[in-house]
């Protein structure tokens, strides 16, 4: 049985094997290389071979699908620096802040187009499918990222609204990598089904514990500097949970906001969260998303060994530090 760090290791083979810092012009494959450098989690492509592999096919003869779906994230990364003015990114400058924003954005439309190409190497007789969820997936992660822009200029948004963007900018691209694999494999529909609700779950897991470290995580280990999110006017799960809890505690949150960009600012809102016991609601709804997660795995036709590198996936990311 493969570890996860097995099917990592097949991920970042696969991307050295493409050699993209040879293609020229190298002003446009240099920074698409330096993007999909060693240094990012893989969860999206491990998780795309895991499933094929769960539903028995060789997780080898869906490489180029899962470089696609890495090329892809990447791809948004690039471009949600320039959007959101980040200069840095896994412990090292973005690409906007090496190179400059033109380089950043077209680079990053390179890696959309060479993504969606790769994504085509599957058997024809399943192509179609594929492609249906990888488009689909495609439009949900632009229309989350839309709604987390319209957030910034908005005083208040609900948990509701908060959930359904993560659901759609990261959860829908969990939830796409486990279902492709699926597909390349002839899981059924309704496996298909299931094993795609296990990525949505486990994204929203994942996003909200992104949310959590981005203020209460170690700089040196998280490769950006704490509290982002507030210097940025991010609408992250603590500050709507509070907002829409009220009270003293989301007065004392809404003062703070209006602070000045600045460290004093970050420990003041971090002070506000402890206070509040933000923490603790992070880890509770953590917990109920990693449960969802592992019962529509579990409700899946698959028996518990092929499960079970799925199921350890689940436990590494809401116990992750970066």
């Given at each position: 049985m493969?570890?996860?760090?097995?099917y990592?290791?097949m991920?970042?083979?696969?991307?050295?094997?493409?050699?993209?810092?040879?293609?020229?012009?190298?002003?446009?494959?240099?920074?698409?290389?330096?993007?999909?450098?060693?240094?990012?989690?893989r969860?999206?492509?491990?998780?795309?071979?895991?499933?094929?592999?769960?539903?028995?096919?060789?997780?080898?003869?869906?490489?180029?699908?899962?470089?696609?779906?890495?090329?892809?994230?990447?791809?948004?990364?690039l471009?949600?620096?320039?959007?959101?003015c980040?200069?840095?990114r896994?412990?090292?400058?973005?690409?906007?802040?090496k190179?400059?924003?033109?380089t950043?954005?077209?680079?990053?439309?390179?890696?959309?187009?060479?993504?969606?190409?790769?994504?085509?190497?599957?058997?024809?007789?399943r192509?179609?499918?594929?492609?249906?969820?990888?488009?689909?997936?495609?439009?949900?992660?632009?229309?989350?990222?839309?709604?987390?822009?319209?957030?910034?200029?908005?005083d208040?948004?609900s948990?509701?609204?908060?959930?359904?963007?993560?659901?759609?900018?990261?959860?829908a691209?969990?939830?796409?990598?486990?279902?492709?694999?699926?597909?390349?494999?002839?899981?059924?529909?309704k496996?298909c089904?299931?094993?795609?609700?296990?990525?949505?779950?486990?994204g929203l897991a994942?996003?909200?514990?992104?949310?959590?470290?981005?203020?209460?995580?170690?700089?040196?280990?998280?490769?950006?500097?704490?509290?982002?999110?507030?210097?940025?006017?991010?609408?992250?799960?603590?500050?709507?949970?509070?907002?829409?809890?009220?009270?003293?505690?989301?007065d004392?949150?809404?003062?703070?906001?209006?602070?000045?960009?600045?460290?004093l600012?970050?420990n003041?809102?971090r002070?506000?969260?402890e206070h509040?016991?933000?923490?603790?609601?992070?880890?509770?709804?953590?917990?109920?998303?990693?449960?969802?997660?592992?019962?529509a795995?579990?409700?899946?036709?698959?028996?518990?060994e092929?499960?079970?590198?799925?199921e350890?996936?689940?436990?590494?990311?809401?116990?992750?530090?970066?």
């Amino acid at each position: 049985m493969k570890s996860i760090s097995d099917y990592s290791t097949m991920v970042e083979e696969a991307i050295i094997e493409k050699d993209y810092a040879s293609k020229t012009p190298e002003s446009l494959y240099g920074p698409v290389a330096y993007g999909l450098q060693k240094g990012g989690k893989r969860i999206r492509p491990v998780l795309l071979l895991m499933a094929a592999e769960a539903f028995g096919k060789n997780p080898v003869e869906c490489l180029d699908p899962a470089v696609g779906i890495e090329m892809f994230h990447n791809f948004t990364l690039l471009h949600d620096d320039v959007m959101d003015c980040s200069d840095m990114r896994r412990g090292r400058p973005t690409v906007h802040k090496k190179w400059d924003g033109n380089t950043a954005i077209l680079s990053g439309d390179t890696m959309l187009t060479l993504a969606a190409q790769l994504m085509m190497n599957v058997d024809d007789s399943r192509l179609r499918c594929v492609l249906d969820v990888f488009n689909s997936m495609s439009v949900a992660v632009y229309e989350g990222q839309r709604l987390d822009m319209d957030f910034e200029t908005r005083d208040e948004v609900s948990v509701e609204e908060y959930l359904d963007m993560i659901e759609k900018k990261t959860s829908a691209l969990l939830g796409a990598s486990a279902r492709i694999g699926a597909i390349a494999a002839g899981a059924s529909e309704k496996d298909c089904g299931l094993i795609y609700e296990y990525g949505v779950k486990l994204g929203l897991a994942f996003q909200i514990q992104d949310d959590y470290l981005d203020m209460f995580g170690d700089p040196a280990t998280f490769g950006k500097p704490i509290g982002g999110d507030v210097l940025n006017g991010k609408k992250a799960f603590m500050l709507v949970s509070m907002l829409e809890r009220g009270g003293s505690d989301a007065d004392a949150l809404r003062e703070a906001m209006k602070m000045p960009p600045s460290e004093l600012k970050v420990n003041t809102v971090r002070s506000i969260y402890e206070h509040a016991g933000m923490p603790e609601l992070c880890s509770r709804t953590i917990g109920e998303y990693s449960r969802k997660s592992l019962k529509a795995l579990r409700s899946t036709s698959l028996g518990e060994e092929a499960r079970m590198p799925l199921e350890r996936l689940v436990d590494k990311l809401i116990d992750r530090k970066k």
